[in-house]
């Protein structure tokens, strides 16, 4: 995954000022603007100039050792992922060191209690403003915490379950029967002989077919390919079958599925939990179908919503940014104009569209960029800046408008 990582030597320098920025995907999934290290760098540059005026005597302050550490632990960590869960230790040493470099003003008490005052209300300022409490969960908390009222059988009774959703739905996992196993399936291409990923899917497969486990499929209910009874329609039976079928499983022809209504799934597309009308909550659940495992794998051509020039044109920009667009990884789908191949690592997608134009988005991009034609780019020498994607920078005033 490099979401996170910076694409050139300048983002990586910028990053301590772009975590400022109130604006997800930056160090961290959610929307956490920083404002300790921009706040950190003013305190240096301030603390430095006084004691370059000062001359104070040589030696080694414990606050600036410290200070050392805390970046160059910038260094492996944007190298690396970027990520903020992986620098915790860090973030938390911000604030302390803030707190240190008032202290070490040459100023009076209360000049250096109004200003570190002024540093914590700023930062919780920024945090109040971008509201993070209930924004990353999906649902609400509540008792249960997962409101899925399941039967018997999936209480007492382990099985292999699948889910096709890039919201893989985990929270569920410990309200069915212990030993139950899982595998989510959204991001794979189903190609074990180029991707990894995909070869420890079958031998998942496989593990489940020689301990004779059952086999399902877990989805979430979809109001709009809903039968009247619940069942899923024919279009999401056939379109369930598609996303399983390159990976040797399809649904069982004729079996009904299984259908859990829940006030959770409800809330979460209604924004609301208390007061859910019946008739909403009577459109969302989950659907939780039997499988069959071998068959016979579908061509390619079947189970890939794309034609073969949309399928080179991808191959062409994943070699071009095998970065940005990582060969074996991306799944595609048909858009209203054209398809396109969303890459989970590097939030960002590829389009290819009717008209013969081919664009691509990153996620946090107002609008998408253009690449070129259909032509330009199965042109020999084809080539494209992979270290100038829109919005992957932070930078507000690099995003394109």
Not at 7 to 14: F, K
Not at 72 to 77: D, E, G, K, Q
Not at 249 to 278: H, N, P
Request: net charge positive; glycine share 6%.
């Amino acid at each position: 995954m490099n979401r996170f990582v910076p694409d050139t030597l300048r983002d990586a320098i910028w990053r301590p000022i772009s975590m400022a920025v109130p604006d997800a995907g930056l160090y961290i999934e959610i929307l956490a603007p920083d404002l300790r290290f921009a706040i950190l760098i003013v305190l240096m540059v301030v603390t430095a100039v006084i004691a370059i005026r000062r001359r104070p005597a040589p030696g080694f302050s414990p606050t600036w050792l410290l200070i050392a550490f805390a970046w160059l632990a910038f260094i492996p960590w944007l190298a690396t992922t970027g990520n903020g869960r992986y620098f915790i230790a860090v973030l938390l040493l911000a604030g302390p060191l803030c707190m240190a470099l008032i202290h070490r003003l040459p100023m009076t008490a209360g000049f250096r209690i109004c200003a570190a005052l002024i540093v914590i209300a700023a930062q919780v300022m920024v945090i109040a403003q971008s509201n993070p409490w209930g924004r990353w969960p999906l649902a609400f908390w509540s008792t249960p915490y997962f409101d899925l009222p399941l039967g018997e059988d999936e209480r007492s009774k382990p099985a292999a379950y699948i889910t096709i959703t890039s919201i893989s739905y985990s929270l569920i996992a410990p309200l069915f029967a212990p030993g139950s196993r899982w595998m989510n399936i959204a991001s794979l291409t189903g190609e074990p002989e180029i991707n990894i990923d995909d070869r420890r899917a079958q031998a998942f497969l496989q593990r489940v077919q020689r301990d004779a486990l059952p086999l399902k499929v877990v989805a979430p209910t979809v109001p709009m390919f809903r039968q009247a009874d619940g069942q899923p329609t024919d279009a999401m039976r056939n379109e369930i079958n598609r996303l399983i079928g390159r990976h040797g499983m399809r649904l069982v022809a004729g079996q009904r599925c299984k259908v859990v209504l829940s006030r959770t799934m409800a809330a979460m597309a209604t924004s609301k939990y208390d007061e859910i009308a019946a008739s909403e909550l009577a459109k969302y659940g989950m659907w939780i179908c039997d499988l069959e495992y071998p068959v016979e794998r579908p061509p390619r051509t079947s189970t890939q919503p794309e034609n073969e020039l949309a399928a080179r044109v991808f191959s062409k920009l994943e070699a071009a940014c095998p970065r940005i667009f990582p060969p074996g990884q991306g799944v595609s789908s048909r858009v209203g104009d054209g398809v396109a191949r969303g890459y989970g690592s590097s939030d960002t997608k590829a389009y290819v569209l009717d008209d013969g134009t081919v664009v691509y988005k990153y996620w946090r991009a107002l609008n998408p960029a253009r690449v070129g034609t259909v032509d330009e780019v199965l042109a020999p020498g084809f080539r494209m800046d992979c270290n100038a994607i829109r919005g992957r920078s932070g930078l507000p005033w690099e995003k394109e408008i």
